[in-house]
């Protein structure tokens, strides 16, 4: 511990109880201390209009949970349902209110390509830049049936940039959480060849 | 290992056959015994590095007599190009770490020579090219076959549907973005030689559809690499000098990070809103999953707290230093 806090690397002692991150140690404390403070603030002031998915442990928990909750209200089996990710204007401070229908997440990370909020499409990203901040997303539950694919990129969302991950026992990866449907103008092929990816933080 | 090691010690060199030779071949290991190393001539074989190597030896092992032996000569022709494109693209994108590839997999000559054959005896036996059909033999059956990873997967299929189409029998189709590539006119097998000895040294990302900035990626990568090492050889005891010692440096780094931890989570002040119950009388989905957080944030800061206090005790000699503290 003494020689991981020399290092500036998280002791092996904490990672066992941590999650999945590469920051170095003088990075990982202030990151550790803001969501600690998200979940605080969501335990003792209610739930949030957006939330910090990246902060969670289990973010597949989180998103499972969040389906429950329309499948419930809705009386509607929730093996029949899907996100579709819309992509919002702002980033989490423009959003005061939680949607009508499943949620707000935030905080995520775009790598490989870049956002174009004024055209609404993914585009190349601006040369040096190769990892962007995404803006809010609201999850909107709708039926399974329903085409997610049409003029949009199915992008896989990574909590680091290691992305390789193992299956656990619960049937999740330790690494990959889930796709998101990113609309864009073209063959979405060309950014599954950039290696785009959404990541939960990044390594520094 | 260390039986190779004894039975090398015990061969005498005086009463061997003058004829008597050993070939020994392995993998990468780091366990080879180092005096079986020292006392042998040793040979090693690494894949070409670069795009342009790749295809200079793909081509090198092409004869002319195959080469001119297909039925569709000039189809056969620009997809073997195509083919030994992709191959030696795939193996080029390791190189960029996770934007590359998830897992970096060994694809080998054996998956090129077979797909080579395929490809070959497809166009011999049928009277139009079976993109779909080649396509997804190689991408999914040969290369493919190495893949574990899901995305890796949509990749793979992606990277091959760009060099294996109906466009590519146009010269003036590119195989990236970038101009000098593309699959060479039907020719003889000189002519697609001299091409590829005129292609770029130095390869653009784009090359294997990155974006530049792939390139910042790689180069961080390595960067990262050599200081790491620097930083492992660093003396970790050090001696004299008015700075302050590694000890130190670990006490006054626990005791600031002491000092800034949150208090644990209380579920009893809990907003009301927050572990509701839903109209139907169940508890909110939202609330048992933050719940099960709190658990685990709560556990993370108990271990945090523990050994914080333990390493400062440590330091100052009142707790034994165990494996776990140093």
């Known amino acids: 511990m003494a020689r991981a806090f020399n290092d500036d690397k998280v002791p092996p002692a904490w990672e066992g109880v941590g999650y999945p991150s590469l920051k170095p140690l003088s990075s990982w404390i202030p990151d550790m201390l803001l969501r600690v403070e998200f979940i605080a603030k969501w335990l003792y002031e209610g739930a949030p209009a957006t939330f910090w998915l990246p902060a969670f442990f289990f973010p597949q928990g989180f998103m499972t949970a969040a389906m429950q909750s329309y499948a419930r209200k809705t009386a509607t089996a929730i093996d029949t349902l899907q996100f579709r990710s819309h992509v919002c204007e702002g980033f989490a401070d423009s959003v005061t209110e939680p949607p009508a229908d499943g949620v707000h997440i935030h905080g995520l990370f775009l790598e490989g390509c870049a956002w174009s909020a004024s055209r609404a499409t993914l585009e190349d990203s601006a040369p040096k830049v190769p990892i962007a901040e995404f803006p809010v997303i609201w999850l909107q539950p709708v039926d399974i049936a329903e085409n997610l694919h049409a003029g949009c990129f199915e992008c896989p969302l990574y909590k680091t940039s290691v992305r390789k991950g193992e299956l656990s026992t619960t049937g999740h990866s330790t690494n990959f959480v889930c796709f998101a449907h990113v609309p864009t103008e073209g063959d979405a092929n060309h950014w599954l060849r950039r290696g785009a990816a959404l990541l939960c933080m990044t390594d520094n | 290992m260390p039986e190779l090691e004894k039975l090398q010690e015990l061969q ?50 092409v004869s002319e007599e195959d080469y001119e032996g297909c039925t569709k000569p000039r189809e056969y022709k620009k997809l073997l190009f195509a083919l030994s494109y992709f191959h030696a693209a795939i193996i080029e994108r390791r190189k960029y770490g996770a934007i590359g590839w998830n897992i970096q997999y060994q694809w080998m000559t054996s998956d090129f020579e077979t797909s080579r054959r395929q490809l070959k005896m497809y166009l011999d036996e049928q009277e139009l090219v079976p993109y779909a059909a080649l396509n997804y033999l190689v991408s999914e059956a040969n290369y493919g076959g190495r893949v574990t990873d899901d995305k890796d997967v949509r990749l793979i299929r992606a990277m091959l549907k760009r060099y294996f189409c109906p466009e590519v029998m146009n010269d003036s189709y590119r195989l990236s973005k970038l101009d000098a590539y593309y699959a060479p006119p039907e020719g003889p097998l000189a002519d697609a030689r001299a091409y590829i000895e005129g292609l770029p040294q130095e390869e653009d990302p784009e090359v294997f559809g990155l974006h530049p900035n792939a390139n910042l990626a790689y180069e961080v990568a390595t960067a990262g690499l050599l200081a790491t090492t620097v930083l492992g050889m660093q003396p970790r005891l050090a001696g004299g000098g008015a700075g302050l010692t590694p000890d130190q440096l670990a006490q006054n780094l626990s005791r600031e990070i002491a000092a800034s931890m949150p208090a644990l989570l209380d579920v009893e002040k809990a907003h009301p809103s927050t572990f509701g119950f839903s109209a139907g009388g169940q508890p909110l989905s939202l609330g048992v999953f933050v719940g099960q957080e709190i658990e685990r944030f709560n556990a993370l800061l108990a271990v945090m707290n523990h050994t914080l206090v333990q390493l400062d005790k440590a330091i100052q000699g009142t707790v034994v230093m165990s494996a776990q503290l140093e």
């Open chain 2, 12 to 61: 005498d060199e005086n009463s061997m056959h003058p004829e008597y030779r050993l070939w020994l071949t392995s993998m990468p290991t780091p366990v080879f015994p180092v005096p079986v190393l020292q006392s042998g001539i040793k040979l090693t074989n690494e894949p070409p590095r670069g795009l342009k190597a790749n295809l200079k030896r793909t081509y090198a092992d």
